[in-house]
């Protein structure tokens, strides 16, 4: 490809990838923001007659809006929104952007003395975005202490820093955990909470009342988007920024900075 080519086509991913991470996470936070006042309201209305209904009122744009939160849909609409196309467009434009920059353009390892050829460090960089995804899934699938799986989430986000920082540059190391991370995020909503919620839905449309569970699983999965999200974006804008890859001292300033995300997300979550 020629350079203009390249230039022009980087534009356009990266045009595209910034677009839709806007839209996935704005739409993320103003529902976890939703569900914030609806957990306010049900702690105001214990008292509140059975079957009296609560709204959250806003106002935008010269409209105002009611809304009601459903755990169980009594009737279901004609017309369902999902929101799911915003994190498939993230993911695919991030990742052809990390392929044409990293594993065509070469930025994946150093000129000279690299740990690994070309080829094995893309194989590793790829392998490392598949294991990310299985470990995660898993430790969180039977880890029943939320503090416990904090805690060797957070041991696996070093060792993932300090391997990307040892075989490639810092920043495709810096990149590299960026895409583990919306990985796991894009997963968790295709692959978990999508599910859940169509299995939902189906029941409804039978008659028989939908698995509760699967919806506070699928919810758990969100809130760990929620927290994920702010080490992701920091990521992508980290070249921008060499004293932080360029350090002698990378692996242990990524691994602080998403320190920092979670401790953001916790605060934007109570907001």
């Not at 590793?124 to 995660?136: I, K, R």
Request: include cysteine; charge should be positive.
């Amino acid at each position: 490809m020629s350079p203009a080519f390249n230039e022009w086509l980087e534009l356009a991913l990266r045009w595209a990838h910034v677009f839709a991470g806007i839209m996935w996470v704005g739409t993320t936070y103003y529902f976890t923001w939703l569900d914030g006042r609806f957990s306010e309201l049900e702690e105001q209305s214990r008292d509140a007659k059975p079957g009296d209904k609560q709204f959250v009122w806003m106002v935008h744009s010269g409209g105002f809006y009611a809304v009601e939160k459903q755990k169980v849909p009594q009737l279901m609409p004609r017309t369902l929104h999902w929101f799911k196309w915003e994190a498939a467009i993230t993911w695919i434009t991030g990742f052809l952007l990390f392929g044409l920059l990293f594993y065509h353009g070469g930025y994946l390892i150093s000129l000279e003395d690299a740990p690994l050829a070309k080829g094995p460090a893309i194989g590793l960089s790829f392998g490392m975005l598949l294991a990310g995804w299985v470990v995660y899934d898993l430790l969180w699938k039977f880890c029943k202490n939320d503090a416990l799986g904090i805690v060797i989430s957070y041991a696996l986000i070093v060792l993932t820093a300090w391997i990307g920082c040892k075989y490639f540059t810092g920043r495709a190391a810096y990149l590299q955990l960026g895409a583990m991370l919306g990985t796991i995020m894009t997963a968790n909503v295709w692959m978990r909470i999508l599910p859940a919620q169509r299995r939902m839905v189906a029941a409804l449309k039978a008659g028989q009342p939908p698995n509760l569970e699967e919806g506070a699983r699928a919810k758990t999965r969100s809130k760990h988007n929620t927290f994920i999200v702010m080490p992701v974006v920091f990521t992508m804008i980290s070249n921008h920024y060499p004293g932080t890859y360029g350090s002698r001292y990378n692996w242990i300033i990524l691994s602080a900075l998403v320190l920092v995300g979670w401790a953001a997300a916790k605060m934007i979550r109570r907001a």
